[in-house]
Antibody
Framework: QVQLQESGPGLVKPSQTLSLTCTVSGGSISSGGYYWSWIRQHPGKGLEWIGYIYYSGSTSYNPSLKSRVTISVDTSKNQFSLRLTSVTTADTAMYYC???????????????WGQGTTVTVSS | EIVLTQSPATLSLSPGERATLSCRASQSVHSYLAWYQQKPGQAPRLLIYDASNRATGIPARFSGSGSGTDFTLTISSLEPEDFAIYYCQQRSNWPYTFGQGTKLEIK
């Protein structure tokens, strides 16, 4: 079955760039109907959808982060990535990648999640 | 941005009891609503999609209902492993959003 695995530094300094990669195994990132997403969860808080990318490269970003976020896809490596610039302590969170399924006007939910990776912003 | 308001914030019940969790949207999300369960230290798990369809492998005691702005997740008879935090999520309007969660705790 499809599995997702996040990777990247667990500690980032303020004002620097947070970079994470999600590796997709057991299936192709190029399959239609899948929107490869990044979600974060601040400590003890709820979930925030950062953005998503389609295998074609089409993206959507949360307006609250839009000026700082870039999501990209590498179909040859079956990976997609998150870049968040100018980080502050407010970006300290658990970061999840997930597969969001929307096919022919039907929504099937985020059915596969990575285990998550903790990112701490601190000097 | 569509705001999802979940109630109650905390629900205290005993195993075997019925749990009813509510999710209200600030505007219609049609049926583009999902429910997730999250346990400590784990990623969320999809329970219900398209408001009322159980995800693969989800026990029949979980059911979802509603459309438009009012949705309900029902757990017919609580098992010990059901005590967790539950989130609703809409995929009608970008940015897609989550409710703040309902914590289901053992009474």
């Amino acid at each position: 079955q499809v599995q997702l695995q996040e990777s990247g530094p667990g500690l980032v300094k303020p004002s620097q760039t947070l970079s994470l990669t999600c590796t997709v195994s057991g299936g192709s990132i190029s399959s239609g109907g899948y929107y490869w997403s990044w979600i974060r969860q601040h400590p003890g808080k709820g979930l925030e959808w950062i953005g998503y990318i389609y295998y074609s490269g089409s993206t959507s970003y949360n307006p609250s982060l839009k000026s700082r976020v870039t999501i990209s896809v590498d179909t040859s490596k079956n990976q997609f990535s998150l870049r968040l610039t100018s980080v502050t302590t407010a970006d300290t969170a658990m970061y999840y990648c997930a597969r969001d399924v929307f096919v022919v006007a039907n929504y099937y939910g985020m059915d596969v999640w990575g285990q998550g990776t903790t990112v701490t912003v601190s000097s | 941005e569509i705001v999802l308001t979940q109630s109650p914030a905390t629900l205290s019940l005993s195993p075997g009891e019925r749990a009813t969790l509510s999710c209200r949207a600030s505007q219609s999300v049609h049926s583009y609503l999902a429910w997730y369960q999250q346990k400590p230290g784990q990623a969320p798990r999809l329970l219900i999609y398209d408001a009322s369809n159980r995800a693969t492998g989800i026990p029949a005691r979980f059911s979802g209902s509603g459309s438009g702005t009012d949705f309900t997740l029902t757990i017919s008879s609580l098992e010990p492993e059901d005590f967790a935090i539950y989130y609703c999520q809409q995929r009608s309007n970008w940015p897609y959003t989550f409710g703040q969660g309902t914590k289901l705790e053992i009474k």
